[in-house]
């Protein structure tokens, strides 16, 4: 006759915290040092990376630290971080690419020749952000632009200066009047009186007008023909950093 089988040991809970605490730390770490980075102002928000960071790295070393808590923390940790730079590459793969600035419209904020880098999951909602454009109809896509004006506003040209519901958002603060009215005066009227975006319709303008094909060229530019947004520079004029 066997003997019935005792209980059985109850699981090292202390073990499995330490477990969990070793392969988090790495995700913890990066993540903590990125929103103190993109909270100050140092780098901008990379949006592309945001299921990675806050979802799916914390998620994955949990279930890793999960099926291998045998391991000691110190094992863990630097295999949390060798998976989280995994994740963060193929995610960056996805969601990003380089542009390179053609012409002169950007100027003095964009040099020909400048190479960028462009997160394709942003959405036009930051004001005086730099965008890439595809709009229907122009030969010279993609378009680098910056957004001066949100749906639902009413846009109106005046003396060279762009207005939104009556509040002047272009130039931006510390730079020169621009010299619109001078070189195209047919441009400076084309909004005379103002003109009301639709739902979903996005003005933008290049840093330098005389040389930019832009809204008031071609009007309203719906959500659908933006690409993303530049937020860093790679190469050229601005070396590797912020983009203005």
Not at 195 to 220: H, I, V
């Amino acid at each position: 006759m066997t003997e019935p089988d005792g209980p059985k040991p109850a699981p090292d809970h202390w073990s499995i915290v330490k477990c969990l605490c070793g392969a988090e730390a790495p995700a913890l770490l990066v993540l903590a040092s990125y929103l103190v980075l993109s909270s100050t102002g140092v780098i901008p928000e990379f949006r592309g990376l945001h299921l990675s960071l806050f979802v799916i790295w914390p998620l994955a070393a949990a279930g890793f630290a999960m099926s291998a808590r045998r391991q000691s923390a110190l094992v863990l940790a630097p295999l949390s971080a060798l998976m989280g730079v995994l994740i963060l590459c193929v995610t960056f793969y996805a969601n990003f690419r380089a542009v390179r600035v053609e012409g002169d419209s950007m100027l003095p904020t964009l040099q020909p020749g400048d190479i960028l880098l462009l997160d394709l999951t942003a959405t036009p909602d930051t004001r005086l952000g730099i965008f890439v454009l595809d709009v229907e109809g122009e030969k010279h896509n993609p378009l680098i632009k910056r957004l001066v004006g949100l749906p639902g506003e009413t846009v109106d040209v005046r003396y060279g200066r762009v207005f939104a519901n009556e509040l002047e958002v272009f130039p931006r603060d510390g730079t020169p009047p621009d010299v619109w009215n001078e070189t195209r005066p047919a441009h400076a009227r084309y909004y005379s009186g103002g003109r009301t975006l639709n739902e979903g319709e996005y003005f933008f303008l290049g840093d330098n007008p005389p040389d930019s094909r832009d809204s008031r060229a071609f009007g309203g530019v719906a959500g659908t023909a933006v690409e993303g947004r530049i937020v860093w520079s790679l190469r050229g004029s601005l070396g590797f950093g912020r983009v203005p």
